[in-house]
């Protein structure tokens, strides 16, 4: 019940992200697939971790992201990883 808190709450961060329109909509439609991937019940929850955090090492290497919106996807990143499955 923990990780189902902690998903819902990254996922809400994820929409920050997703609704900010200071930040490129390539970074933007990245985020939501990580969102979209975050919130498949179908998928494992080590897979969909493990997948999410490609996608947001990706998102932060991207030159163009924002420095806050970085700062966002780190700690996004750091949640993560206490996630336990």
Known sequence: MENNKKIGDIAEVLNQIIHDTSIPRNIRNSTEEAKKTLMDEKEDLGMKVSSVQYLLDEISNDRNLPMHARTIIWNI????????F
Do not use: H, Q
């Open 77 to 84: 990143a750091s949640d993560l990883e206490t996630i336990k």
